[in-house]
């Protein structure tokens, strides 16, 4: 979960507890999403829905709240890791109490569709985010989307002069320069960018590169600390980290600049959150009312004015003014390309990054 520590187990147990199993666009919805194309949320007033969240805690801790004030549906709210929590939801199956899994990354969500706990979201749900954005099979909806970025401490080398490639980062000139946090959700889907533009090989080598010149945090919150502080040059985050550290330590305490990869890198990846029903949930329709409101112009408008810093997808909701344009850094990933990230997973264990 973003904004929280992650064991450096998390992303290793969602693909190990698969594998056990397994042996931007229109506008938005109005402010009373519906739940299934035909019954009005207010109509399941006094439902509770249990959501199980990856996400920002406290931007979804709003979302939840303005949804039951419209709706007068209650949310209990689980959060945690969500690799974890989708670890959780796999050994529940169908006796799993939740009726909404919210993740930060396509992957955890295609492992709980791959095993055919997803329900088909509704279709007006679907049509208020673009196409691409959401799952291809329909079960699962885009909510908000997110850069990787380049961290690089104010007036260092790797600020001046930063990488021009996310490849770059395993030659050896940035050998003891460099901060990694492989732990982290948000970076296996790089992995996985790599492994699509370049090959299997490619990326082993990469990996090995980046073992070899950085320093290991286990979070993208301490590697941005450490940059700011000058223990490391530079490394790579989802962009929103240094936003809130920015915002938590001030201009004066900033001492780091945030430098994008160029469109088409794989380092350049946009990233998209997403939130799907249970299949076995107990309250369908409240659950489907829900992904409405999440796709809605009313919860974009949350997430794009919350201290979470990512980018809303309906169309005519802007994200916050410091923020660049979306679809000057990126497209958004193929999230049926991203899988459900258990090669990237493997080669981040054999590359001695992740246990």
């Known amino acids: 979960m973003p904004g929280t520590v992650r064991p450096l187990a998390a992303l290793s147990l969602l693909a190990a507890g698969a594998l056990a199993l397994t042996a931007c666009g229109s506008s938005g919805s109005a402010d009373a999403p519906t739940a299934s194309g035909t019954v009005a949320a207010s109509a399941l007033a006094g439902q509770t829905i249990t959501v199980y969240s990856g996400q920002h805690e406290q931007t979804v801790k709003a979302l939840t709240e303005d949804f039951t004030r419209r709706t007068g ?26 009726d909404v899994f919210y993740a930060e990354n396509p992957p955890a969500l295609t492992v709980l569709g791959d095993k055919g706990l997803l329900a088909k979201v509704a279709a007006d749900t679907l049509k208020s985010v673009p196409a691409a954005d959401s799952s291809p099979n329909g079960d699962w909806v885009g909510v908000s989307a997110r850069t990787s970025a380049f961290l690089a401490g104010t007036g260092k080398g790797a600020d001046t002069a930063p990488p021009a490639s996310v490849l770059d980062l395993a030659k050896p000139e940035w050998k003891g320069r460099l901060g990694i946090a492989p732990a982290e959700t948000d970076f296996a889907p790089v992995v996985t960018q790599v492994l699509k533009a370049k090959g299997e090989d490619a990326a082993k080598q990469w990996l090995k590169g980046l073992k070899d010149n950085a320093k290991v945090y286990d979070s993208n919150e301490t590697l941005s600390a450490a940059i700011n502080s000058g223990e490391v040059e530079g490394g790579v985050i989802d962009h929103y980290y240094f936003y809130r550290m920015r915002d938590e330590k001030g201009a004066a305490g900033t001492h780091a600049t945030l430098h994008y990869f160029p469109k088409g890198d794989p380092g350049s990846l946009v990233d998209v959150s997403g939130a799907a029903v249970l299949k076995h949930g107990k309250h369908q329709d409240a659950a489907q009312a829900f992904l409405g409101y999440l796709a809605s112009a009313p919860a974009q ?46 080669l981040l264990q054999d590359a001695g990054l992740l246990q």
């Open 301 to 346: 408008t949350v997430i794009a004015g919350s201290a979470s810093y990512e980018y809303p997808l309906v169309d005519g909701v802007k994200g916050k003014p410091e923020l660049p344009a979306l679809d000057g850094i990126g497209t958004v990933a193929d999230p049926a390309q991203l899988g459900d990230g258990k090669q990237a997973l493997a």
């Open 73 to 98: 549906i209650k949310v209990e709210l689980r959060s945690g890791d969500e690799a974890e929590l989708a670890n959780q939801i796999l050994q529940e199956g169908g006796a799993s109490p939740a």
